[in-house]
């Protein structure tokens, strides 16, 4: 079957945001990394709850995490693409293409971590500000960022065709 046969009837940006939002949503569900990712995130967003840094810093830090997710994502994308290819045979090249695949994560992960100390350091001196109302759109935007991404993580997976 064609797979766009499905959504013909939906416009063409609604179909490209459905089928998007179907990537995500089964790599949240099946990848236990992107699993990893989501609860790092959730401490990230926690931990700027507490400290409360400045809405830009904020902001630079939410891209960030959607660029690990970004990047686990194309992971799963040439995994999945490299089975299909093979067969599910050994293949010292389609081994080669998921380590180099897996390594495109690592290294966003490691440089996601100079951003977390940059944040630590750009705080101090560290206060409890969870319930106070420093920098109320640094809330905004962690607590818009939170719920998409709960949102994403917890969407019922639908049905591939086949
Ligand atoms: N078809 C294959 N031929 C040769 N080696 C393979 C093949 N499939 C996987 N490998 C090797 O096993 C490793 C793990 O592959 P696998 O498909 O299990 O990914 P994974 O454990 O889900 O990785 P990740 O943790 O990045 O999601 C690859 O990085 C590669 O070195």
Redesign the pocket.
């Known amino acids: 079957m064609d797979i766009n046969t499905r959504q013909q009837d939906k416009p063409s940006f609604m179909r490209a945001l459905t089928f998007a939002l179907r990537g995500i949503v089964y790599v949240f569900h099946t ?3 992107m699993k990893r990712h989501f609860w790092l995130f959730n401490l990230l967003a926690l931990i700027e709850l507490i400290l409360r840094p400045p809405a830009d810093t904020v902001a630079i830090s939410i891209f960030i995490a959607t660029c690990v997710f970004a990047a ?1 994502l194309f ?2 994308a040439i ?1 999945l693409a ?2 299909a290819a ?1 067969n ?5 090249i ?3 293409a ?2 180099a ?2 390594g495109a ?1 690592a290294m966003v992960c490691f440089g996601s971590l100079f951003a977390a100390v940059y944040i630590l350091v750009h705080s101090t001196p560290w206060r409890f500000r969870l319930f106070s109302n420093v920098h109320p759109l640094s809330v905004v935007i962690l607590d818009v960022a939170i719920v998409i991404v709960w949102a994403l993580r917890f969407w019922p997976m639908s049905k591939h065709p086949k």
């Open positions: 990848e236990a990394n686990e992971n799963t995994e490299v089975d093979v599910f045979e050994y293949s010292r389609a081994g080669l998921k380590d695949a897996s994560v």
